[in-house]
């Protein structure tokens, strides 16, 4: 696989992601699970209906075997039927959470799996942790995403890597 490093990165640091109120009273709609559905997660983002699909299938090859090798996590976020609405996958390396891919059926449904994700990765409090999320878009923006130099990513990136593995065995399941 190839690794990209643009001059600025969109980067989450964990326990900071903002909840407007609107969002908050969102949240309870949603039941928020870890590693249950993770092909289905990764399909849902490889949709080519979608604009800017890039998930060919043997992308989501690679990433379903970077999934059964423990390196991979999904985060699936359901509606109270139980069906799966919103989620997001990426690749977890000591304190560094990749962010890869987000979708949403529902309203809140992607915002709602980023700030479980958020919590998952700031539960223990190791303040060495980051989450990258690619790039910052206005909508990254308004949940907190902050846009860094590639210097700056790349120490925080090197320190991150040091930390101890996140621990998704722990994951918080819940509304």
């Known amino acids: 696989m190839g690794w990209w490093c ?5 980067v989450l640091v964990p326990g900071r992601v903002h909840v407007s109120r609107s969002l908050r009273r969102s949240l309870p709609r949603f039941t928020v699970t870890v590693d249950e559905s993770f092909r289905e997660v990764v399909a ?24 059964e090798l ?5 985060v699936e976020v359901r509606d109270d039927a139980g069906m799966l609405v919103g989620g997001l996958y990426g690749v977890a390396v000591g304190g560094l959470f990749a962010g890869e891919s987000m979708f949403h059926h ?5 915002k709602a799996a980023l700030v479980h994700l ?18 910052r878009t ?4 308004t949940l907190g995403i902050e846009e860094i130099h590639r ?17 998704f065995g722990a994951h918080l399941t819940g509304r």
């Open 6 to 10: 643009p001059r600025w990165r969109g």
């Open 44 to 67: 849902a983002c490889a949709d080519p209906a979608r604009e800017g699909a890039w998930i060919s299938d043997a992308v989501a090859e690679v990433y379903g075997e970077l999934h």
């Open 70 to 74: 423990g390196w991979a996590h999904s």
């Open 106 to 110: 529902a309203t809140d449904a992607s």
């Open 118 to 135: 958020d919590r998952l990765v700031a539960a223990d409090g190791d303040e060495r942790r980051i989450i990258d999320v690619q790039w």
């Open 138 to 141: 206005t909508h990254l923006g």
């Open 151 to 167: 210097r700056e990513y790349l120490a925080r990136l090197s320190v991150a890597l040091q930390a101890p593995a996140i621990d």
